[in-house]
Nanobody, 122 residues
Framework: QVQLVESGGGLVQAGGSLRLSCAASGRTGSTYGMGWFRQAPGKEREFVAAISWSGGSTYYADSVKGRFTISRDNSKNTVYLQMNNLKPEDTAIYYC???????????????WGQGTQVTVSS
């Protein structure tokens, strides 16, 4: 089992920045791809970004490309999502997830955090 805990969410004005963190514990010795997803009220959960275990491969949704950066520090069992130039449409609950493969499909992830709220005001 792997436990994931997100932090770093909050309220920010449009154009501002936030950095989300996702700390993993438990069976972190295995290699996991990590992803960030988000879910806005009344909408389905959508892919935001993903990173391979080595960090050598990263993937982004078109809506965040060039503004968000995913990274990881395996020595700290932590994945980050740096979010710059935030827009009101980025408002959502952000979830991190761990899976055996790197994927844009939430069904490919086995473990999920509880989520952290990000609110961007206009």
């Amino acid at each position: 089992q792997v436990q994931l805990v997100e932090s770093g969410g909050g309220l920010v004005q449009a154009g501002g920045s936030l950095r989300l963190s996702c700390a993993a514990s438990g069976r972190t010795g295995s290699t996991y791809g990590m992803g960030w997803f988000r879910q806005a009220p009344g909408k389905e959960r959508e892919f935001v970004a993903a990173i391979s275990w080595s960090g050598g491969s990263t993937y982004y949704a078109d809506s965040v490309k060039g503004r968000f950066t995913i990274s990881r520090d395996n020595s700290k069992n932590t994945v980050y999502l740096q979010m710059n130039n935030l827009k009101p449409e980025d408002t959502a609950i952000y979830y991190c997830a761990a899976g055996r493969v790197v994927s844009v499909n939430p069904r490919d992830y086995n473990y999920w955090g509880q989520g952290t709220q990000v609110t961007v005001s206009s």
